[in-house]
């Protein structure tokens, strides 16, 4: 299973601070977050340019406030659905990918905010780094778990297959490919758990 990483700085959020992140989300995920300076930022959500570094001190705690939120919607979203699916893991393991499918037509339409970031956010030095590979690192060990509970001896392998498959399928959703990646990734997990 995946290693641990740090866990990065958070601050609290002002009323200030939410209209900047709530502008900074729109934008990083519309734009890209090289592409979005602290000015827009700023003139989107209606405050100076002064306040939005008194709340967030930099750009890059901005990312990592977006990814982080980001992430736990994202768990948020899913835990709801793993709880409503019941006890069969098999099944949880289909809800998974029903639930990213869910996801990606109401709230990606561009694709994972992780990997669209990961494409600009490399360096394992960037604070909002962590972020990125852990919530991949935490799909993976769901993954595991739930192989596990179908099959311990095969678990490790089943669980990096069926990562392999709901990433390439949030990659292929992102980038408009072939219609549906997400549900045809749905069915090939399937026949792996059979």
């Known amino acids: 299973m995946g290693t641990t990483a740090p ?11 939410r209209r900047a992140l709530t502008a900074a989300t729109r934008l990083f995920y519309e734009r890209g977050i090289h592409a979005v300076g602290v000015d827009l930022i700023a003139a989107e959500a209606g405050v100076t340019k002064k ?3 008194d709340r967030f001190g930099s750009k890059e705690q901005i990312v990592v406030e977006y990814l982080a939120e980001r992430d736990e919607r994202w768990r948020a979203f899913l835990a709801e659905r793993l709880d409503a699916a019941g006890p069969d893991p098999r099944v949880r ?11 990606a037509e109401e709230f990606s339409p ?7 970031a990961h494409a600009e956010i490399s360096d394992p030095a960037h604070p909002a780094h962590p972020i990125i590979t852990g919530q991949k690192r935490w799909m993976l060990d769901l993954f595991t778990r739930l192989a596990a509970e179908i099959a311990p001896e095969t678990a490790e392998a089943t669980a990096r297959t069926l990562m392999l498959l709901h990433e390439g399928a ?5 980038l408009g490919v072939f219609p549906d ?14």
């Open 93 to 103: 393991v289909l809800t998974v990918f029903d639930a990213s499918r869910a996801w």
């Open 51 to 53: 306040t939005l570094y």
């Open 7 to 17: 866990t990065p700085r958070r601050i609290t959020m002002t009323p200030a601070a």
């Open 181 to 194: 990646a997400i549900t045809q990734a749905r069915e090939e997990a399937r026949a792996v758990l059979a």
């Open 110 to 116: 561009k694709g994972c905010s992780m990997v669209n």
């Open 170 to 174: 949030l990659v292929a959703h992102g």
